[in-house]
């Protein structure tokens, strides 16, 4: 799994970051109609085979279905409602949020492609029902996922990704400290070029 798994809210993101060297990217497109939230989805699936970029579908397992894409990425509720065996007749992957250890073993259950522990530091993204969960409980994932791939989120920067990866992510998600930078093409590279060292 790449090391830098950048997440974008719009295609318009996605064009202006992927030619970059974006290996992993996640579509958490938010709040659109369904016909522009179909062209968001089926536009980024073009893009990221142009470009040999993995695309993650963020909850919209149907469309992911619809339109062909092979990977998606579910929160503990969409998982109420995901049809795991069509996913896996599809040969879709799958990424699982997690917050708690209920939620992880849950989670493991399903054989994801990877599980998401967060937020690891605090985050301003989005008022969350969890506090942080820093760097401890992401070492004890680790040992709980095994092989299964741990992607840290919440509060990541370039400075914190030593300690991130130290403490047994394979992975660290990216939202705001990109989104909200003043050049966030200039801070897309730093982020790829800080990653490709920790490349396991």
Known sequence: MDPFYLIVGTLAEAERLVPLGVRLIQLRAKQMEAPELRRQIAGARDLCAR????????DHWQLALDL???????GQEDMDSA????????GIRIGLSTHDEAELERALSHDPAYVALGPVWPTLLKKMAWGPQGLDRVTRWKAMAGTTPLVGIGGVTVDRLPGLFAAGADSAAVVTDIARAPDPVARCRAWIAATRAWQR
């Open 51 to 58: 470009h040999g970029t993995q695309l993650v579908v963020n």
């Open 83 to 90: 049809d795991f065996p069509a996913l896996a007749r599809a």
């Open 68 to 74: 062909g894409c092979d990977a998606v990425h579910l």
